[in-house]
Structure formats: C-alpha cells, structure tokens
C-alpha cells in the first residue's frame, strides 16, 4: 500500500522528470508547427546540458548558466534552419547530423576543458536552480509536491504563453499558416523564410534549456549519459499531443509519471533487474506512440521543403 508521503514523491518526481522534456517539447512542436521536422533536438538537449554545466561551475550563476544552455541550442537550431530553410535540404537527414554533431562536439568540448574528463564536475548546490516553495510548510507531501526546481514552474507557464502566442496572437496565425499553406502565406506578404528560420531557432533555444535543466537541476553535472533519450521523447509528446502544447504538456507528463514509477520501484529492492525498470518510460512512451499516431494530425507543410519567391 502506498502512503501519501510516497505517492506525493511520485508526483514530484512526475513534474521533475517531466520539465526537460516538455520544455524540448514545446520547441519542437513551434519548429513543426512552421513546417520544419526538428530530429536534432536530442543534440540540442545535450549540447545546452554541457554548456549549461560548464557556465554554471565556472560562474557559479544558475540562471546566466540556464541561459547559456539555451543559446548552445540555439546555435545548433541556426545550422538546422539554414539547411532546411534556406537550402531546402532534407529535414531528417539534417536533424540526424545534428545528433551526431552536438553530442561529439559536447565530449570533445567536456575533454578539452576539464582535462580530459568526459563527465564535469558536480555542481554546489548552491549554485543549481534553486527550488521554490521548499520548505514554507512543515508538510513533507506539500514539499515533495510544490518543492520543485523553478525550472518545473517556467516549462508550465511556457505552456501557457505558447498556447496564447499561437492562437491568440499575429505570430501565432503565421506560425500556423506557414506550416499549413506557405505558398498562401507568401501571398499575404508573410515572410516565409523569416517564420521558419525563427521557429526552428526557438525550437533550438527551448531544446537547450531543457538539457541546462538536465544539468544544473535534475542532476548537478553533464555527463555522456545524461539524456539518454529525451531529446526523442519530446518528439514522440509533439506527435502524442498532436502538436498542441497542452497535449505536449500531457504527453511529458505521462513520461515524467512512468519514469518516476521506475525510480519508485528501483528504490524498493523487488527482484527486478533494474535493466527492465530502466525500460519502463521509454517502453511506456513507445505505446503510447502506437496507440496515438493514426489519431494524431501533423501540420501539412510539415517536413516539406519549400523556396520562397526571394530563394529561388
């Protein structure tokens, strides 16, 4: 039988677990919604949980180290714009480099700046993101709960501000209309290429904050291992949410849910490999995948290249 105590850690770990992901999420789903497929963000995520490591050891600055996290994917999210939007080369094969690139790029950089280790050092804790509203109750389920990381309130508010940036704003109808019909954007003087290339650039930024979270707040360092995934997981909420960001919202949540069941389990001492409990969220997200697929609808531009009149 589970206690409130334990069931309260549960959902804090929910939301914990579930921050990373959901702010990549979020960034893929505005990168998508202009029509641009973002693979690369797993090489987002793990290039701004290196930087968002390195500033903050170095300057001891949680948010100036966020921030950094955040402009590493972005980087990565010019490179991926300029080869889907201003070459029309193929989006895939441009996100799969971008996996590549960003993870070997963040080994090589670990390497070259703390001799040769390819994990960094820990964090102070002083100098992570600090957690709010620990400790103004002497409730242990109300801390485990509220307790978390300010990084878990800014990819909710995120979800709020995206949901009114894309419908109820001018932006937001362009995004829209870009991604569904460029060519009758072009017409009403949208600026095709600008669209694109901000979104995807945002969908870096958002990438690369998810991975800072990783490392200056799940965990205290960057480590090779470190996200292991979720860079593929936030596309796999993208599709389950059917690009809309309460649905990438409840998508990150359900991963964020079984990943903390799995650490719940792993701390019980069952006679489980922990090989199988390691499994759990990705086998979870893998279903979920298949049961969600046919019922979502992706924008129809999405993945398609597409040169404007000043392009060609």
Not at 32 to 43: A, C, F, T
Not at 151 to 178: D, E, H, P, Q
């Amino acid at each position: 039988m589970i206690n409130l105590t334990i069931l309260a850690l549960i959902i804090g770990n929910t939301f914990s677990n579930a921050a990373p992901v959901l702010m990549t999420g979020l960034g893929g789903m505005i990168s998508e919604k202009s029509g641009v497929v973002n693979i690369g963000l797993e090489g987002m995520m793990t290039i701004g949980a290196l930087m968002g490591a390195v500033v903050g050891y170095k300057l001891g600055n949680p948010w100036l180290a966020f921030l950094a996290g955040g402009l590493a994917g972005a980087v990565f999210g010019l490179i991926h714009a300029f080869v889907s939007v201003s070459l029309a080369g193929d989006q895939t094969i441009s996100g799969i480099a971008i996996n590549t690139l960003a993870p070997g790029l963040a080994l090589f950089l670990s390497r070259l700046i703390f001799d040769g280790a390819t994990q960094t050092p820990s964090i102070p804790l002083e100098n992570k993101i600090p957690r709010l509203f620990r400790g103004i109750s002497d409730n242990q389920a109300f801390n485990n709960i509220f307790g978390q990381y300010a990084t878990v309130y800014f990819a909710f508010i995120m979800v709020i501000i995206l949901y009114l940036v894309l419908y109820k704003s001018k932006l937001g109808l362009r995004i829209i209309a870009v991604g569904e019909h460029p060519k009758a954007a072009e017409t009403l003087n949208i600026n095709v290429s600008k669209v694109r290339y901000g979104s995807v650039i945002f969908s870096g930024f958002m990438g690369g904050l998810g991975g800072a979270s990783m490392s200056l707040a799940v965990v205290s360092s960057f480590s090779p291992t470190l996200i292991a995934g979720q860079g593929y997981i936030a596309l796999v909420t993208v599709i389950f949410g059917n690009w809309k960001p309460h649905g990438v919202l409840l998508g990150s949540l359900f991963f964020g849910l079984a990943q903390a069941i799995a650490t719940y389990l792993g701390s019980t001492g069952l006679a489980i490999p922990i090989e199988f409990i390691s499994m759990i969220p990705y086998i979870a997200t893998l279903l979920i995948l298949i049961i969600f697929k046919g019922k979502s609808q992706a924008p129809k531009a999405s993945g398609k290249p597409y040169l404007t009149v000043e392009d060609v």
